[in-house]
């Protein structure tokens, strides 16, 4: 059973520990390139437990309403990959929104607390395919730099080179532009 007290926290804590903040970038990161997204309500989930490190692995669990449970298909294709899945049915403690007096706690001035059903996916995830993906992301990116920049270390430029390159369609002027001072 989870609490919305106890997800703030969790988020709190990645709001503080760099480190942990990281390690959730590159676990999405990896969700993200195997395109997890595409299938339905993968989405929609929240963050509710993590991420948890391992000594060769980094678990995270999250949250989506009972009546939207992500696509199991999507999930298999984290099995292709070494990724451990769990799905778990539990109840989610949310205040009672205060309309009449048969709404708040006996005693107190807070709302009942309901239980809303939902569905808990627990991910593990090996490092090492965290590290490949991250790996392969920045290969990607020089390659493509080298690709779209022409660099020429030998060549120096010079500076009315360097300003047509800037503006290739606009003639360089050798005059001031402001004249008439």
């Keep these: ?80 990959y070494g990724c451990k899945i769990s799905y778990q049915k539990e109840n989610l403690m949310v205040p009672r929104k205060v309309y009449k007096p048969g709404d ?10 309901d239980a809303h059903p939902v569905w808990i996916v627990s991910i593990t995830m ?15 990116q020089s390659e493509y730099v080298r690709d779209h920049v022409d660099i020429n270390p030998n060549q120096a430029m010079t500076p009315d080179a360097a300003a047509q390159e800037a503006m290739p369609n606009e003639p360089i002027s050798q005059t001031s532009p402001i004249q008439g001072q």
């Excluded at 706690?105 to 709302?111: A, E, M, Q, S, V």
């Excluded at 395919?129 to 990607?140: A, P, S, T, V, Y």
Aim: charged share 30%; proline share 6%; with cysteine.
């Design 1 to 80: 059973m989870h609490d919305i007290i106890d997800i703030i926290k969790n988020i709190e804590t990645l709001t503080t520990n760099d480190d942990s903040f990281k390690i959730l970038k590159d676990f999405e990161r990896v969700i993200d390139d195997l395109d997890l997204y595409v299938f339905k309500n993968w989405e929609d989930g929240e963050l509710v437990v993590g991420p948890t490190i391992h000594r060769h692995s980094v678990t995270c669990k999250f949250m989506w309403p009972y009546d939207c449970m992500p696509d199991p298909i999507g999930a298999a294709r984290l099995l292709d």
């Design 104 to 113: 708040f706690r006996p005693g107190t001035k807070k709302g009942k607390i």
């Design 126 to 140: 090996p490092k090492k395919l965290m590290q490949d993906i991250f790996q392969g992301q920045k290969r990607q």
